[in-house]
């Protein structure tokens, strides 16, 4: 059974960092990618940023280039986004799932990430 943590938000001042985590256990290949996601409070849910297991290749939404960055451990097990110069609209709930076609079945609780002005 596949199951995914997100863990890692926290609530830090405008210019501020933090690191996300999201632990995949249960994917029996390393062909899938993972995307990390949020959702403003009265907002749709949005891809921020995702990462193909088996070669590295990443991709960004415009609004966090040049200030997010994803990345796994060496075993490909955590999927990490690191976020520095962090602004109020990243204020959300942060979750991973499978890239590019999320399933319903793997979104957990998500983490709460709130960016204080």
């Known amino acids: 059974e596949v199951q995914l943590q997100a863990s890692g938000g926290g609530l830090v001042q405008a210019g501020g960092s933090l690191r996300l985590s999201c632990v995949a256990t249960g994917f029996t290949r390393d062909d899938y990618s993972i995307a990390w996601f949020r959702q403003a409070p009265g907002e749709e849910r949005e891809g921020v940023s995702s990462i193909s297991v088996r070669d590295g290749t990443t991709d960004y939404a415009d609004s966090v280039k040049g200030r997010f960055a994803i990345s796994t451990d060496s075993a490909k097990k955590t999927m990490f986004l690191q976020m520095d110069g962090l602004q109020p609209e990243d204020t959300g709930v942060y979750y991973c799932?499978?890239?590019?076609?999320?399933?319903?079945?793997?979104w957990g609780q998500g983490t709460q990430v709130t960016v204080s002005s």
């Open positions: 799932n499978t890239a590019p076609v999320p399933r319903n079945d793997y």
